[in-house]
Each structure stands twice: as C-alpha cells, then as structure tokens.
C-alpha cells in the first residue's frame, strides 16, 4: 500500500493546529478550530481551504475541444474563454466515472479539475480516450489549489489583486496577481457560497494561503478543513464522488439532468437516452428526520410504505439550519408513483425506524439569514 501524499501546504496546516486525516490519497486537515466554528465562518464571512490534493490536467492544440465533447455529458462546444462548466464523464453503460469542472483557457486550450480519489483513473481514460491527437498533460503534482468561500470572500481577494476580480463572473475564470503571486482565478465553489479557486504553482502556495488569512483576519475568516467542507456542500445539496456519484450511479439518477447535453456523441450517451425512455432505477432525495435529533448517515437503509426502498447516501448535522440533513437513494415503487416533496418515509438509525420527509435540495441558501452561532465543537 502507497503512503499517503501531502499537499505544498501540509506543514503550514501543522503549524496552525489541524487534525489531519487521510482522504483521497492524501493527508488532509479535517479541522483547525472545529467543524461548526469553521462552516459557520464560511456561512457568515470567509473560509480558505487547501485543495491542492484535486488533480489538474491541461488538454490543448485543434483536437482538444473534439476529445473534451467526447468524453463529457456536457457540451463544451458553447463553451466561451474565460469560462468553466460543471460536467461529468461517464462509462459506456452511463455510469459516473468522475464529475469535474472544465475551465476554457484560450481558444484550443482547456484545463480539467477532477476529483483526488480518481486523479490516476480520469488520466487513463482520458488519455486512451484522446489517444493522442490532443497535447494532453497531468499538471496536478506541480499545481496548488486554494478556495476562499464566503460572503466577504471577494472583497478579501479584492484588496489583494492587481485585477478587478470581483467583475469575473460566477464560473469565470481570469489571470493575474493575487497577493503578487501568478494565479489562475476560477469563480467556482463546493460550499454554496460566493468566493474563488485559486489556482497557482506549488511555489506560491504557501504566501497566497497566508496573505488571504492575514487580509480576512478582520473580518474573522478562518482555515477550514475537509469535515466542514464536507458539511458546507450537503447543506448546498451537491453531491459528493463516492457517495451520490460511483460508478454504479448515472447523472440523470443523480439528478444532474440539466448537465447532460444529448445529441452529441459522448461516451455514455446511449445508455443515458434509454435511462430518459425507460424510466431510472433509483432517484436522489432530500430527506430531514422527523424529530430534528437523528442524523441519517451513509449506508442506514430507508423505508417506504414499509417495504425497503432505498439507501443514505450522505447525512450531517446542518449548522446553519440547525437540524438533520441528508440524501438517499430511492427505487421509484411503479412509474406512476415517483420519491416527491412532502412523502413521508422511514430510515433504520440505530435498528430503529425513525421518521422522515422528503424535502427540496438545497438544504440551505445564501438568501436565507446567515447563522449566528459560532459555536466550537
């Protein structure tokens, strides 16, 4: 067995007191100050996160935008530079490979984010997909990654760069100095709030992840680990690789429809058009425990009408909703009688059933108060 990796910034996250866990290959820290204290600074000002652990590739030259159609449900052909896309790439059978994000960096040149856990698996892939008629390059190893999220994420970064980045518009990608370091700003995000990825060479990272913490020092931004980061997108409702993505799950039960464009030929494409004619086998809901205690975690099995019906697949306390939270898989029980909003169903939390309804996804939105609590955990 491989030892784990560390990112450029894993004795920086030793300095400032995290606990560190392993998660996708890599030693990560979990947490600094504590889960709820550092979800809750996201929720009501700023977090800086450390995902240099993700992978990155560059696919450029006259056949990279033909293998990049190819390989994802979405359509990069619409794709305009300076701009990125939320996608994902799937096996012949429609099964979920990986979801990435794809940022249009120049008119024959692209750059892929992909998920850590599947960094090896993406590269074959594509790599055997693209068989050589597009440079193609696995930049991860020589490529930090670090995300400020947040209200006051922004106006953080805006103090710090020599480019008007608060005009770069949600998932807008734009160059320049941040902090006086070559960065690559993407406005995207995993949390449901505001705020960037940053994009930079190993070299830098560690003066950029610094210089954001001293900026965002008066208005209480915080590092913050994977368990908040964890809890910050269920509240979002996005899914998760490994837990409403495998390879066993399509985007269409994922309820990714709106990122699978038809009419092109991309791998999966098939499968997926018989998925829409035949009906799916199972379907991704929003649930919340009945009694706002009980946490439905991963794997507790869910029930319907009394009989069996489906599986968690993620389940948190939320923070800023202060109650229970979690996804699952149902099988659909006969064509005419779908998983809806305001069912009532079961799920077996220590061996016993507990209520539950089927709510909307999000769980939580920016528009709504921000929490006031800022409790350590």
Known sequence: MNAPKRTVLFDLHQRLGARITVFGGFEMPVSYSGIIEEHLAVRNSAGIFDLSHMGEFEISGPHALETIERAFTNSAARLKQGRAQYTIMCGED??????LIVYRLGSERYMLCVNASNIDTDREWIAELNAGRAQFEDVSDATALVAVQGPHAVAILATLADFPIANVARFG???GLIAGITCLAARTGY???DGFELFVENAGARELFEAILDAGAGVDAKPVGLGARDTLRLEAGL???GHE?????SPLEAGLAAFVKPGRPFIGGAALAAQRDQGLKKTLVGLRTDDGRMVARQGYRVFRNGDEAGVVTSGTFAPSIQRPIAMAYLAPAGAKNPPAVGESLEVEIRERKTGATIVPRPFYRRDE???????RV
């Open 245 to 249: 993505l495998d390879r066993n799950t």
């Open 369 to 375: 108060p921000p929490a006031a609590s800022t409790a």
């Open 239 to 241: 899914p998760l690789y």
């Open 94 to 99: 429609g099964g979920t490979i990986d979801d």
């Open 191 to 193: 949390t449901g709030e």
């Open 173 to 175: 990608v734009a160059g």
